[in-house]
């Protein structure tokens, strides 16, 4: 009788990682499942032993996918036991690629199938899902989840982490090959050897031993410091430079985080060895917030109400003044701005006693400090229009002059950019007599010498010596023409063209204009070259035309008809020379015709009229109470005005005192 067997077959699976076998090591016995019969006894089951089989191991995917397909020509032992070893087979037809291409890191099933050469072919015999990765190839390691390494770990060849997820270490980690960091957060992080960063980005405290090559863009999100514990000192060998930059068509560059940095912003700082500052290169915002709008703003003060009707002892309202003294040129305009308001208070006293009238002279007095009002609108609009013309950096330097730190004569004179000074001794003032020469008030120096001390800064001013500065210049002026002082001892300065200049003009000469303004200004800012001697020249010009002069005196004695053209030169060293400017005012006078008025309102109405229209102008007509009084000039306006701004005035004055107390400490 034929039988038909059925064989179970009971296997094991385990996992190797020789150093050259690749590969699952599978154990398996065969057992025919059919009884055997001896006589007297039927044996359930039996092992298949010395039998030739074929095997064919397939590896599927989660969506039942073919992976991998290998068969194995093999023979039971006496035991019916057989021993293969997963991926050392012969790769089936149907296999879509090699025992070394399966990625582990989803879950795989292993089937088995069986021939055993009975006709029947091969047959499904068993299937079953690897629960654990059952392989992990030795030339990578492939975690699903956190790696965590709890111990020393040794790399010895290059260590690539792809995966998302964290990788901790909290042992040592030593690289003695190449190691690819392409992200990392590093607590501590030691350098010992030379080490290539593609890119590194370092947000907290980190210590490089050794050398540190960065080919690539390196970001620090904090401080760095670097400690040279070097001992070279000579400022002429590049070694002995702590931070040295080298290669690039280009230095460093500095970008700070205020888009309009002022003084207090520091581009460099320099110190000494025991901390002390010596320098800095620092921003320049000038005047960038305040316009023309803030100066209105600072004048017209909420809550004085109506004039009339305020308590001489009321105190004026506490308006923020502080912006006015973040900088030199904001203080510039707030001193400025003092001056107009003073004006505004002549002029309403003035106008009180001409009373409408103008008997007398007295409207002369009102006309003239209207003027003086006007002219001081002048200074002050163009003070702010030079400003908002010019907020950038006007050059790629930053700067366009050499300066030094000049000490005030007097350190209660107020000086603003663009003011021509005098100098005695190293020492500057805009109401020396005859000083040793005629200087210029700094707007932006590119590079400023001697410097001062802090504390003493404010005795200081910052001088032109050599460059080009703006210059405060009354009436028109052409390039090519000589700037000279006015010598009206105001800090204002006129144009001279070339072919009109006098013996008496050259030691007053300040540059040479490099800009123009026509003839319908009354005053502007001219770029004005500087660093000219003159005086030297003036003085041997001057003595020659003595000489000369003396020549022609002795030859008229001789020949009575000998026609002697003398030069003119001063009699006395200290004597005024004759040759000044007309000074703003009358300047202003002769443009608007004032003091040929009918009435104290039609000389008003002329000056306002000339000058509204000049947008580089302040506009008093929209100073508090201002308007009113021009178009009505009486008593009671002109009596407004004094009220008001007296109150203004006091104002400005505590302001300003509150500030230089808060800059002495308090005293």
Request: hydrophobic share 35%; glycine share 8%; aromatic share 10%.
């Amino acid at each position: 009788m034929k039988h038909f067997y059925i064989y179970l077959l009971l296997f094991c699976l385990t996992w190797t990682l020789p150093a050259q076998t690749n590969g699952i090591s599978y154990q398996a016995v065969l057992v025919d499942n059919n009884p055997q019969e001896i006589p007297g006894v039927d044996i359930p089951s039996n092992n298949l032993p010395n039998k030739e089989i074929e095997v064919q191991f397939s590896i599927l995917g989660q969506a039942n996918q073919l992976e991998y397909q290998e068969r194995h020509e093999t023979r039971t032992d006496a035991f019916g036991m057989i021993h293969l070893m997963i991926g050392q087979g012969e790769v089936s037809a149907d296999s879509p690629g090699f025992f070394e291409d399966i990625y582990w890191a989803d879950e795989k099933r292993l089937e088995v199938k069986i021939d055993l050469g009975n006709g029947q072919g091969f047959l499904l015999f068993s299937t079953q899902t690897l629960s654990y990765i059952p392989y992990v190839k030795h030339r990578e390691i492939i975690a699903t989840s956190t790696l965590d390494v709890e111990g020393e770990t040794n790399l010895y060849n290059a260590l690539t982490v792809n995966n998302a997820s964290p990788t901790l270490l909290t042992g040592d980690l030593n690289v003695i090959g190449q190691a690819y960091f392409k992200n990392g957060n590093f607590e501590n992080l030691d350098v010992t050897e030379e080490t290539n960063l593609n890119s590194l980005n370092v947000v907290g405290k980190t210590e490089l031993i050794g050398d540190v090559s960065a080919y690539s863009f390196s970001e620090f999100l904090n401080q760095v410091v670097i400690n040279y514990d070097g001992t070279g000192d000579n400022e002429d060998t590049f070694g002995d430079y702590p931070f040295q930059l080298i290669g690039g068509q280009q230095g460093m560059a500095i970008k700070l985080s205020p888009n309009t940095p002022n003084e207090s912003n520091n581009y460099i700082s320099f110190w000494d060895g025991s901390g002390e500052s010596k320098g800095r290169i620092e921003g320049k915002r000038n005047l960038v917030e305040i316009t023309t709008d803030a100066i209105y703003d600072l004048i017209d003060i909420p809550n004085i109400g109506d004039i009339i009707d305020a308590d001489e002892n009321d105190e004026a309202a506490d308006v923020e003044a502080n912006q006015y003294f973040l900088s030199s040129y904001a203080f510039g305009a707030y001193q400025l701005t003092l001056e107009l308001v003073k004006a505004a208070i002549r002029f309403g006293i003035n106008a009180t006693a001409a009373a409408g009238a103008c008997i007398t002279g007295d409207c002369d007095d009102a006309i003239w400090s209207f003027i003086d009002m006007t002219v001081a609108g002048i200074q002050l609009g163009g003070y702010i229009t030079y400003n908002e013309i010019n907020m950038g950096v006007a050059f790629e330097s930053g700067g366009a002059d050499y300066a030094e730190w000049l000490q005030k004569a007097n350190t209660n004179e107020i000086f603003t950019y663009g003011d021509v000074v005098g100098v005695i001794g190293g020492k500057i003032s805009k109401g020396f007599k005859s000083p040793d020469n005629y200087m210029v008030i700094s707007a932006n120096p590119m590079v400023s010498g001697a410097m001062p001390d802090k504390a003493s800064m404010d005795n200081y001013e910052q001088v032109a010596f050599l460059g080009q500065v703006p210059v405060k210049v009354i009436g028109p002026a052409n390039v090519g023409d000589y700037i000279v002082a006015s010598g009206n001892k105001d800090g204002f300065a006129m144009a001279i063209p070339k072919n009109k200049m006098s013996i008496n003009h050259y030691p007053r000469i300040v540059g040479i204009a490099w800009s123009e303004a026509t003839e319908n200004t009354t005053f502007n800012y001219i770029q004005t070259a500087i660093g000219v001697s003159t005086n030297d020249l003036k003085r041997e010009v001057e003595k020659m035309q003595r000489v000369l002069n003396s020549i022609q005196e002795s030859l008229s004695k001789l020949d009575p008809e000998f026609k002697s053209d003398f030069f003119e030169v001063l009699e006395n060293a200290n004597e005024d020379p004759k040759e000044n400017s007309v000074t703003l005012q009358e300047e202003v006078a002769d443009q608007t015709n004032a003091m040929s008025y009918g009435s104290l309102k039609e000389a008003l109405g002329q000056i306002q009229t000339r000058y509204q229209k000049d947008k580089t102008v302040f506009d008093i007509s929209r100073m508090p109470y201002m308007r009113a009084m021009i178009e009505n000039p009486n008593r009671e306006n002109a009596e407004k005005i004094v009220s008001y701004y007296t109150k203004v005035l006091d104002y400005l004055n505590a302001r300003q005192e509150d500030y230089f107390r808060m800059k002495r400490g308090g005293r």
